[in-house]
């Protein structure tokens, strides 16, 4: 099993920054894909990024592309989101999620492993 715990969520003005961690721990990670996904109340769950097992592969979309960057850090067991230049649409409860195998899907269906999320919380 894989448990994963989401962390450094809060509350920013627009144009702020936050960075997001995802502790993973269970068996390891290291050959899954790992993504982020958000959800805002009312809306489906939309993906944000995602990262191959060695983060030499990354994939944004349009959304949010110029303004998040995920990496990973396998030696610790952990995945990061940094968030820059934030707006109050990108207000929204943040999940950690992963799967084994590639390629780097955007659909939440094909994520095994989902954190409880953090809440993001962009003022205007």
């Known amino acids: 099993q894989v448990q994963l715990v989401e962390s450094g969520g809060g509350l920013v003005q627009a144009g702020g920054s936050l960075s997001l961690s995802c502790a993973a721990s269970?068996?390891?990670?290291?050959?899954?894909?790992m993504a982020w996904f958000r959800q805002a109340p009312g809306k489906e769950r939309e993906f944000v990024a995602g990262?191959?097992?060695?983060?030499?592969?990354?994939y944004v979309p349009d959304s949010v592309k110029g303004r998040f960057t995920i990496s990973r850090d396998n030696a610790k067991g952990t995945v990061y989101l940094q968030m820059n230049n934030l707006k109050p649409e990108d207000t929204a409860q943040y999940y950690c999620a992963a799967r084994d195998g590639f390629p780097i899907y955007d659909a939440a269906t094909n994520y095994d492993y989902w954190g409880q999320g953090t809440q993001v919380t962009v003022s205007s």
């Open positions: 990262i191959s097992w060695s983060g030499g592969i990354t």
């Open positions: 269970g068996r390891t990670l290291n050959s899954s894909i």
